[in-house]
């Protein structure tokens, strides 16, 4: 399957279909609840990380990573929320930019502004934190405490 993500990303998987149309293999295919379908609560981190869920839209990602974090990791959740301000050279640019305005972005490539997490969850990282170390842009990594 992973061979047919890459094919497809890198533009060489055949159209049979017409020029934007391509069949998707049976076993890429779920009828029912995707999240049920390939997680469990029994599982163990090394079950968790062979699954892998590609999304086309940060809302998607963050709707599937929501529903993951309540219905298949067990524990408490904890709330890292983002700054909700702005610091302008002119005081009255920042009515401008409401509290709720500034919380419902989430620019490519930063977190949501409520980053919901618990002690099992897997998470990518989205900066270089120590490329020396491993801790490189793309890393995946499990919250151990």
Request: with cysteine; hydrophobic share 35%.
């Amino acid at each position: 399957m992973l061979y047919q993500i890459l094919k497809l990303g890198n533009g060489k998987l055949k159209a049979e279909f017409g020029e934007d149309i391509i069949e998707i293999p049976n076993q890429c295919i779920v009828e029912g609840d995707l999240i049920e379908e390939l997680y469990s609560t029994d599982m163990n981190d090394e079950d968790i990380k062979k699954i892998c869920i590609f999304a086309p839209k940060n809302e998607h990602v963050d709707f599937l990573n929501n529903e993951i974090l309540e219905k298949i990791i067990l524990g408490e959740e904890i709330v890292h929320k983002s700054i909700d301000s702005i610091i302008c050279d002119d005081p009255d640019e920042t009515d401008n930019f409401p509290t709720e305005y500034l919380n419902s972005l989430t620019p490519s490539g930063m977190p949501p502004h409520e980053l919901k997490l618990k002690v099992g969850a897997i998470v990518m990282l989205l900066r270089n934190l120590n490329a020396s170390d491993g801790q490189c842009n793309g890393t995946r990594a499990i919250i151990r405490g």
